[in-house]
């Protein structure tokens, strides 16, 4: 489209631009003129950016799927400020992904409280 037809509260799948190779769910939180502001879905604004109407960095609800390019599902705000890859993409029982248990403030393995 020639102009800015985003409207506030439209869903898309977006860049993350902090880890390039997610794609994720996103909302419209506002636009002003030729912008608007990406809002990642369940996380917290470190990841929100402005874009142009057509920047390369967004696609449209379902562009993933007929692509075959991974969807990142919305964020969980118990994990704030750190992106979490899709469980289905990663192999290995170490990896950060890998495991919601070890990365539970609430989950895991008991801690240590001495010094």
């Known amino acids: ?13 977006a860049v993350d631009r902090k880890n390039p190779h997610l794609i994720c769910c996103a ?10 502001h990406v809002t990642f879905d369940g996380w917290k604004g470190a990841f929100d950016y402005w874009t142009r109407f057509d920047s390369r ?18 964020g ?3 994990f704030p400020g750190k992106a979490r890859i899709n469980l289905s ?23 240590s409280t001495g010094g």
């Open 1 to 13: 489209p020639k102009t800015n037809k985003f409207q506030v509260g439209m869903k898309l799948e």
């Open 76 to 78: 969980q705000k118990a």
């Open 27 to 36: 909302t419209v939180g506002d636009v002003k003129g030729d912008m608007f």
């Open 57 to 74: 960095d967004i696609f449209p609800c379902g562009w993933c799927q007929a692509a075959n390019h991974p969807l990142q599902p919305p």
């Open 89 to 111: 993409l990663s192999s290995d029982p170490g990896s950060p992904g890998s495991s919601m248990a070890s990365t539970s403030p609430r989950g895991g393995a008991p801690t």
